[in-house]
């Protein structure tokens, strides 16, 4: 099942270490068979509030993702992002493309008893 890599960078800034980063980064993706799906888009807020931008990586499993960001190559560029821009990272699992919603919301009426 496919996993993602997003991270909120809420201070966003150009400088020569990101540029660096930046650069270096698709090297560090490769072996782990990770694609960016989001990377630079203006960002268009349509509830509450998200100071800057948002980066998505695609990845073919959640085992894969953590492996990534373990590892040495990418802990080598790191802190020429960390150094210059604040935001979160969080690795999550997706959902299959047989995922229905609905079949999610009876299975948790059933689980907590709530009736629609």
């Known amino acids: 099942m496919p996993a993602f890599a997003l991270a909120h ?3 966003p800034q150009i400088n020569e270490d990101v540029l660096e980063y930046i650069a270096r980064i698709q090297s560090t993706l490769d072996p782990y068979q990770g694609r960016f799906r989001v990377h630079g ?24 993702a953590r492996a990534w960001y373990a590892s040495p ?8 992002r960390l150094r210059h821009i604040e935001g979160s990272l969080i690795i999550v699992q997706g959902v299959g493309p047989d995922y229905d919603a609905g079949r999610t919301a009876a299975r948790l009426r059933e689980v907590t008893g709530t009736t629609g």
């Open 41 to 64: 888009a203006d960002v268009e807020v349509i509830e509450g509030d998200w100071p800057g931008t948002v980066v998505i990586v695609e990845f073919p499993d959640v085992e894969r």
């Open 9 to 11: 960078l809420r201070t």
């Open 73 to 80: 190559a990418y802990q080598e560029i790191l802190p020429l």
